[in-house]
């Protein structure tokens, strides 16, 4: 329930309301700047974005998972998978983004004819374009810093909302 509150207040608006481009809906109004933004974030700063799936680096393995993930997720996604855990950061996710240097094709995050238009976060790719998918991912970053304490907290994260 949290994490809904939190995503709704972050993405007030979404997906066709007017005003939800450019964070009118946001329910924070900011003195300083006169406008609407979330609270998590300033105006002038450079809001870290958050890295496609198969841009991941792991740092979960045989040795370490229970200090990241615990034993339960570590059964559900864990050696037997082909996953690449990292509990570094968040990532964004979009249907068909592909990584276009992979060469092997059982490797993840390998498509045929992948190209950087599979990877246009403007446009939302070429599996399902969509015009709202660059504000979910600028949106997304937003929400990053409370993601990692919710998961490494809760045992089971979809409970969370």
Request: aromatic share 10%; charged share 20%; hydrophobic share 25%.
């Amino acid at each position: 329930s949290i994490l809904v509150e939190i995503t709704k207040d972050r993405l007030a608006g979404y997906p066709d309301h007017p005003g939800f481009t450019d964070d009118e809906n946001v329910p924070f109004y900011d003195i300083d700047s006169q406008n609407n933004i979330y609270p998590l974030r300033s105006v002038n700063s450079n809001v870290k974005t958050l890295k496609l799936d198969w841009q991941t680096k792991p740092n979960v393995s045989t040795e370490n998972y229970r200090e990241h993930i615990q034993t339960l997720r570590w059964d559900q996604y864990g050696p037997k998978s082909s996953a690449q855990i990292s509990t570094a950061h968040a990532i964004y996710r979009m249907q068909g983004q592909c990584d276009t240097s992979a060469t092997n094709p059982k490797m993840e995050g390998n498509y045929s004819n992948c190209t950087e238009k599979n990877n246009d976060l403007h446009t939302g790719g070429v599996v399902q374009p969509t015009e709202t998918n660059y504000q979910l991912y600028t949106g997304s970053a937003d929400l990053a810093v409370i993601l990692k304490p919710l998961y490494e907290f809760n045992q089971d994260v979809r409970s969370i909302g």
